[in-house]
């Protein structure tokens, strides 16, 4: 039986040819022995699939004596292990997700692209990222042979359209809001633009009276972000306890809870398209529309990316200066100056 691949030279590099198809790849070497030998394993992968994959496993159980016994488990176990605070309680709870029972006792080894596909398969966004960062660890441990995905050909993420609440939205909100902890909360949201968990975990130590400021660290990067406080801020401010949590309900309560209270409250007043995060949403629009230098808005919503920042106030609808109002001004300035 001849074989399917044989050998030739092109200049000092040796080559491979498949005499099915025509094709030809460089072995990248120009060492004759072994480009021989790198030929003898095409041609035995061609004749003896099986066994070489037997032949594979060998080498890496030799290498990693678990490589063969990993499953898609054991990578979201050791993911948990590895984070911590409110990283890890999103891994929790994405590990319970239905749309990854497939998986679980799926071999690393054995992994094929179709079995990924079937999961991504009309999942939700979640699914979609969440997998991708469990195929990205596996890869980073080493534990992946190979990538089982590549990265052009993962199904593109589709996020729903978010939107920032409007003012008159709010100030609606505000207006039906009977419980006074939940009332002053959202206010704050929508003056601050923390999210709702670094802001529900805020206690009166993290507020400097004498230098109006609020300092905390984000919860799900642990940065730190100082934030100068404004009239109507420090107001609210004032009502609340000086010391421990400012609001003991609302950190006492899981997120979901926040969220529905607030999407409850929304749907009473038929308000659609809108979630707490909306207020992160608003304020970033507002900052853009007024000027506000894009560093000190970053700094404020907690993000180091610029893109992350446009990506939140992409909507804000910006009215130009004209160049000749600029002039203006600036000739203006220099001859006070002068």
């Given at each position: 039986?001849?074989?399917?691949?044989?050998?030739?030279?092109?200049?000092?590099?040796?080559?491979?040819?498949?005499?099915?198809?025509?094709?030809?790849?460089?072995?990248?070497?120009?060492?004759?022995?072994?480009?021989?030998?790198?030929?003898?394993a095409?041609?035995?992968?061609?004749?003896?699939?099986?066994?070489?994959?037997?032949?594979?496993?060998?080498?890496?159980?030799?290498?990693?004596?678990?490589?063969?016994?990993?499953?898609w488990?054991?990578?979201?176990?050791?993911?948990?292990?590895?984070?911590?605070?409110?990283?890890?309680?999103?891994?929790?709870?994405?590990?319970?997700?239905?749309?990854?029972?497939?998986?679980?006792?799926?071999?690393l080894?054995?992994?094929?692209?179709?079995?990924?596909?079937?999961?991504?398969?009309?999942?939700?966004?979640?699914?979609?990222?969440?997998l991708?960062?469990?195929?990205?660890?596996?890869?980073?441990m080493?534990?992946?042979?190979?990538?089982?995905?590549?990265?052009?050909?993962w199904?593109?993420?589709?996020?729903?359209?978010?939107?920032?609440?409007?003012?008159?939205?709010?100030?609606?909100v505000?207006?039906?809001?009977?419980?006074?902890?939940?009332?002053?909360?959202?206010q704050?949201?929508?003056?601050?633009?923390?999210?709702?968990?670094?802001?529900?975990?805020?206690?009166?130590?993290?507020?400097?009276?004498?230098?109006?400021?609020?300092?905390?660290?984000?919860?799900?990067?642990?940065t730190?972000?100082?934030?100068h406080?404004?009239?109507?801020?420090?107001?609210?401010?004032?009502?609340?306890?000086?010391?421990?949590?400012?609001?003991?309900?609302?950190?006492?309560?899981?997120?979901?809870?926040?969220?529905?209270?607030?999407?409850?409250?929304?749907?009473?007043?038929?308000?659609?398209?809108?979630?707490?995060h909306?207020?992160?949403?608003?304020?970033?629009?507002?900052?853009?529309?007024?000027?506000?230098?894009?560093?000190?808005?970053?700094?404020?919503?907690?993000?180091?990316?610029?893109?992350?920042?446009?990506?939140?106030?992409?909507?804000?609808?910006?009215?130009?200066?004209?160049?000749?109002?600029?002039?203006?001004?600036?000739a203006?300035?220099?001859?006070?100056?002068?």
């Amino acid at each position: 039986m001849n074989p399917q691949f044989t050998l030739f030279r092109r200049g000092s590099v040796f080559y491979c040819q498949d005499s099915k198809t025509g094709k030809q790849t460089s072995l990248r070497t120009k060492d004759k022995a072994e480009a021989l030998t790198l030929l003898h394993a095409r041609n035995e992968a061609v004749r003896q699939p099986a066994l070489n994959m037997q032949i594979a496993r060998t080498y890496l159980t030799v290498a990693d004596p678990l490589s063969v016994s990993r499953t898609w488990e054991h990578v979201l176990a050791e993911i948990i292990r590895t984070r911590q605070g409110e990283n890890q309680h999103r891994w929790r709870t994405i590990a319970k997700s239905r749309a990854l029972d497939p998986l679980r006792p799926l071999k690393l080894v054995e992994t094929q692209a179709e079995h990924f596909l079937r999961v991504l398969d009309g999942c939700k966004v979640s699914t979609n990222v969440f997998l991708r960062r469990m195929h990205n660890f596996a890869l980073d441990m080493n534990w992946l042979p190979a990538t089982v995905i590549p990265k052009r050909q993962w199904p593109v993420v589709r996020h729903k359209e978010k939107r920032a609440i409007t003012l008159d939205e709010h100030r609606r909100v505000i207006a039906a809001e009977v419980n006074p902890e939940r009332c002053v909360f959202y206010q704050l949201c929508w003056h601050l633009g923390a999210s709702q968990g670094d802001l529900a975990a805020l206690t009166g130590e993290d507020i400097d009276w004498q230098n109006k400021t609020l300092s905390f660290f984000r919860r799900k990067t642990g940065t730190p972000v100082v934030l100068h406080l404004g009239p109507e801020a420090l107001r609210l401010l004032e009502d609340l306890p000086g010391e421990g949590l400012i609001f003991p309900y609302l950190a006492s309560v899981r997120p979901g809870d926040r969220a529905t209270e607030f999407r409850q409250r929304c749907k009473q007043l038929g308000i659609d398209g809108v979630t707490l995060h909306s207020y992160r949403y608003a304020w970033a629009e507002r900052a853009r529309i007024v000027g506000y230098p894009e560093r000190f808005a970053q700094e404020a919503l907690g993000h180091n990316s610029k893109a992350v920042h446009r990506a939140y106030a992409r909507k804000a609808l910006v009215k130009v200066p004209s160049l000749e109002e600029y002039e203006q001004r600036a000739a203006e300035k220099l001859t006070v100056l002068t």
